[in-house]
T-cell receptor, first 114, second 120 residues
Framework: AQSVSQHNHHVILSEAASLELGCNYS??????LFWYVQYPGQHLQLLLK??????LVKGIKGFEAEFIKSKFSFNLRKPSVQWSDTAEYFC????????????FGSGTRLSIRP | GAVVSQHPSWVICKSGTSVKIECRSL??????MFWYRQFPKQSLMLMAT?????????EQGVEKDKFLINHASLTLSTLTVTSAHPEDSSFYIC????????????????FGPGTRLTVL
């Protein structure tokens, strides 16, 4: 079965700093990878997803993620964060063969100091 | 974009009663819906996969008799928490997979806003 680990529990940055959130997954087969964001009091929104092709995926709001198969990683990046990026970020994986079942990581809380 | 709604958005009930939560895909058909549970400041835990017209598939450790799932149509799945107890208090979130994506390997799920259940 697939699993996801997010190493950073809580990240605190100042505005304009660069961001990288780590995500590693465990699964031997083909996977789909996702990053979701949950703003305070709101529901989950998809930031970006990787199914196949270019391992560098660009998402909404200036976020991008790179799939490195050899490292089983799918780290999320943003060159310059804004106060409005304060939220909970979830990395998630679904195994191609598991009929879309998505497994979430534990989440990383991002706090941006204005 | 695709929209998934949940009703109610929050519910308070007494211990021992049953609560039904609805999940609807508003502008697309969903052969598969998923139910998650999220505790405060924690991640989403998949509870079960709900397939239209068939029995739900529950994750290990989830009591199927306690969390009854029905997926009677392509736009509606319901989760009933039977004989609720305070430890069932949580945030329940559903997601729906767009039927337009024919293969299971590459698709997108859309998440509902969640239902906060408080059992007194």
């Amino acid at each position: 079965a697939q699993s996801v680990s997010q190493h950073n529990h809580h990240v605190i940055l100042s505005e304009a700093a660069s961001l990288e959130l780590g995500c590693n997954y465990s699964y031997g087969g083909t996977v789909n990878l996702f990053w979701y964001v949950q703003y305070p009091g709101q529901h989950l929104q998809l930031l970006l997803k990787y199914f196949s092709g270019d391992p560098l995926v660009k998402g909404i709001k200036g976020f991008e993620a790179e799939f490195i198969k050899s490292k089983f990683s799918f780290n999320l990046r943003k060159p310059s964060v804004q106060w409005s990026d304060t939220a909970e970020y979830f990395c998630a994986v679904s195994a191609y063969s598991s009929a879309s079942k998505i497994i979430f990581g534990s989440g990383t809380r991002l706090s941006i100091r204005p | 974009g695709a929209v998934v709604s949940q009703h109610p958005s929050w519910v308070i009930c007494k211990s021992g009663t049953s609560v039904k939560i609805e999940c609807r895909s508003l502008d697309f058909q969903a052969t598969t819906m998923f139910w998650y549970r999220q505790f405060p400041k924690q991640s989403l835990m998949l509870m079960a996969t709900s397939n239209e017209g068939s029995k739900a598939t529950y994750e290990q450790g989830v009591e199927k008799d306690k969390f009854l799932i029905n997926h009677a149509s392509l736009t509606l799945s319901t989760l009933t928490v039977t004989s609720a107890h305070p430890e069932d208090s949580s945030f329940y979130i559903c997601s729906a997979r767009d039927r337009a994506f024919g293969t299971s390997g590459t698709d997108t799920q859309y998440f509902g806003p969640g239902t906060r259940l408080t059992v007194l």
